[in-house]
């Protein structure tokens, strides 16, 4: 019995400190609109991410490095979109966007420009 207790392994803690490499690639920039405003008074906070994060990688993100409970993620993808300008025969091609919207429950503000 007691060989047994000292071969299983104990689960890894979890790190109380972020890990700002993954944060610096996964959180791109806060963004910053009307409806975005708008829903930070409702404790909704919108924020560009990398194109391979997933909705759980935010969360953990997020309540580490902010320490607030996050109740919802909801994921947007803005497709790139070809324009022509005004001459016509010109194209400008707008990027890509994958946007996050984070729902937290506590009263904290946050402070997302300083990611």
């Known amino acids: 019995m007691a060989n047994n207790k000292k071969n299983q392994s104990k689960p890894k803690p979890i790190a109380k400190t972020p890990n ?22 409702l404790k909704k ?26 109740i919802k993620v909801n994921i947007l993808k803005n497709p790139a979109k070809k324009k022509l300008t005004q001459r016509g025969n010109e194209r400008i091609a707008r990027r890509n966007i994958k946007k996050a919207i984070i729902t937290i429950k506590s009263k904290k503000k946050l402070d997302l420009t300083k990611l």
């Open 45 to 70: 906070y919108t924020i560009r991410i990398n194109k391979k994060i997933n909705k759980n990688t935010i969360k953990n993100i997020i309540e580490k490095t902010y320490d607030v409970k996050v």
């Open 20 to 41: 700002f490499e993954l944060i610096s690639k996964a959180i791109l920039a806060p963004h910053f609109s009307e409806k975005a405003s708008k829903n930070e008074a």
